[in-house]
């Protein structure tokens, strides 16, 4: 009986994906630039703006033709905002002056026009370019500024079965989730960042057996060198940053409520200590309560449709 639910279920994935030809339903698609682009208007220094565009699978848009300002213009229109400009990916950070895409084509070589009085390189410490009105003007890197992010079709894109273009990303029939082992470590907060960004969210786990789905993956990768302690552990998504020793889940269900409730000896350890406000498992599954700030690898969760529009 599961295996025909399960079996139906994948074809009807299937199917609804294979009727879709977007990258993922927040972008819009320009067939002028043969690519999608995304406006964020929640605005980000520079930095952070690149990062976000990067985990959601793109790159922050420049002005490289008239075909992209069309489509950046048509689509900056589209927008009910109060914001005159956003972040483009010009930028000289890596040498003051000389300013460069994202994917190295120089500004000298872009069809723009300065704004007036621009550039000022005002204090000796503007790196990066806006786009405002039409025109483009240099800023401080870590002025705050919505930006728009671009991601140009290829030949190679496909959506998978887990709504995604990400292959990384592999679809388990029993718990319908789709789950990714990221191996490069960072802090609780950046892997949170990182799953949202690709359209999931830290892992939680509903049952024992998504935690042994959850377990099994991590061995893939750290069989050799981890170890079923506290200290070698993977980021998922629990806490309890609201309140010392109430533990819920990224989408606030108490741990119990979830269907699993399994920790390492001796966890939750109820003494307050700073930062120890994040959650995290063992390679073999088991809850321990972890400091946010530090570096672990991290699972992301994905519901197949999490990036879809779905009519």
Not at 25 to 43: E, N, R, S
Not at 85 to 111: E, Q
Not at 254 to 270: C, V
Not at 273 to 295: E, F, Q, V
Request: hydrophobic share 35%; charged share 20%; aromatic share 14%.
């Amino acid at each position: 009986m599961y295996l025909q639910s399960g079996s139906v279920y994948l074809l009807s994935i299937l199917f609804c994906f294979a009727e879709t030809t977007n990258f993922r339903f927040d972008y819009t698609y320009y067939p002028i630039i043969d690519g999608w682009l995304k406006l964020h208007l929640i605005p980000m220094n520079w930095g952070d703006a690149w990062l976000k565009c990067d985990l959601e699978g793109s790159v922050l848009a420049s002005p490289t033709d008239k075909n992209m300002i069309s489509a950046m213009d048509s689509h900056w229109n589209l927008q009910n905002t109060t914001y005159c400009a956003f972040y483009t990916g010009v930028h000289a950070t890596f040498s003051k002056g000389n300013y460069f895409s994202i994917d190295g084509i120089s500004l000298a070589k872009m069809p723009v026009q300065w704004a007036a009085d621009e550039p000022d390189n005002e204090n000796n410490n503007e790196q990066c370019i806006v786009w405002t009105d039409g025109k483009i003007a240099d800023v401080n890197c870590f002025d705050l500024f919505p930006y728009m992010c671009f991601k140009r079709k290829t030949n190679d894109m496909a959506i998978t079965s887990c709504g995604t273009v990400d292959k990384e990303y592999e679809l388990d029939f029993r718990t319908h989730s789709c789950y990714k082992f990221h191996d490069h470590s960072t802090m609780w907060y950046a892997a949170h960042m990182t799953c949202a960004a690709e359209g999931g969210y830290l892992a939680i786990i509903n049952s024992a057996y998504e935690a042994s789905i959850l377990s099994k993956i991590s061995k893939n990768y750290y069989n050799k060198n981890f170890q079923d302690s506290i200290d070698d552990v993977i980021h998922i998504g629990i806490h309890d940053l609201h309140v010392h020793g109430l533990w819920r889940t990224i989408h606030g269900s108490k741990i119990k409520e979830t269907g699993y409730a399994e920790w390492h000896p001796n966890q939750p350890d109820d003494r307050y200590i700073p930062d120890l406000h994040c959650g995290a498992m063992t390679i073999n599954g088991y809850l321990i309560r972890n400091s946010c700030s530090k570096y672990a690898p991290f699972i992301c969760e994905k519901n197949p449709n999490s990036l879809v529009d779905i009519q």
